[in-house]
């Protein structure tokens, strides 16, 4: 089976740039959650989608940050204007009860 | 109420030796107490689960302890490897919530 499927794998742009992280989850999941991956501050949930409707999103930094999940199998968080201070990885995952299976991640580098 | 304390943030064992790592939680509606193992460069993974009406769960060499009154739950890696040196998450869940990590513990296991 395929597991969850995040695009790019690295992501470099400067300062101002829009980005945009792509995920497509696990078949017959019907849950979808975005987490950031710091040293600083380990992995924090950004947001989280069930059946395609966000659910909580008290995660996301600011509004900057988007995320949209126009259907079951394929998900995007957006930054516009991107930050140096956004640079991490970010991780999608998904499941369907329990447990979550992850990604392996975008690595996202604001010059 | 929602957090997942884990300790330590950092272990280093010899091969051959006992790794344990240890978790407590506050929300007792938690009913699927996960692990994770994160090698650098990958999305973590699901190393091994228990649910709360059991206190102990082994496959192969890692174990989990759980124990309800305490609220507290731990992994034990017996015969540590040195492959088995990466980050070990510790996570809980209450069905149809969210997953709430801990924030995780790096192994090292020397040769």
């Known amino acids: 089976d395929a597991g969850v499927i995040q695009s790019p794998r690295h992501e470099v742009t400067e300062m101002g740039q829009e980005v945009t992280l792509r995920c497509k989850p696990i078949s017959g999941h019907n849950s979808l959650f975005w987490y950031r991956q710091t040293m600083m501050r380990g992995l924090e949930l950004l947001i989280y989608?069930?059946?395609?409707?966000?659910?909580?999103d008290s995660g996301m930094p600011e509004d900057r940050f988007s995320a949209k999940m126009p259907n079951a199998s394929f998900s995007t968080l957006k930054i516009q204007p991107s930050e140096p201070r956004d640079s991490a990885v970010y991780f999608c995952?998904?499941?369907?009860?329990?447990?979550?299976?992850f990604g392996d991640g975008t690595r996202l580098s604001i010059l | 109420q929602q957090q997942v304390k884990q300790s330590p943030q950092s272990l280093i064992v010899q091969k051959g030796g006992i790794s344990i790592i240890n978790c407590a939680y506050e929300n007792t509606a938690f009913d699927y107490f996960p692990w994770y193992q994160q090698f650098p460069g990958k999305g973590p993974a699901l190393l091994i689960a228990?649910?709360?009406?059991?206190s102990e769960k082994k496959e192969g060499r890692f174990t989990i302890s759980f124990n309800k009154s305490a609220k507290q739950f731990s992994l034990h890696i017996m015969d540590s490897q040195p492959g088995d040196s990466a980050t070990y998450f510790c996570a809980a869940n209450n069905y149809g919530q969210n997953f709430v990590f801990g924030p995780g513990t790096r192994l090292s296991v020397l040769p």
């Open positions: 989608f069930n059946n395609n409707v966000p659910i909580d």
């Open positions: 995952a998904s499941s369907k009860n329990q447990p979550q299976h």
């Open positions: 228990i649910r709360p009406d059991v």
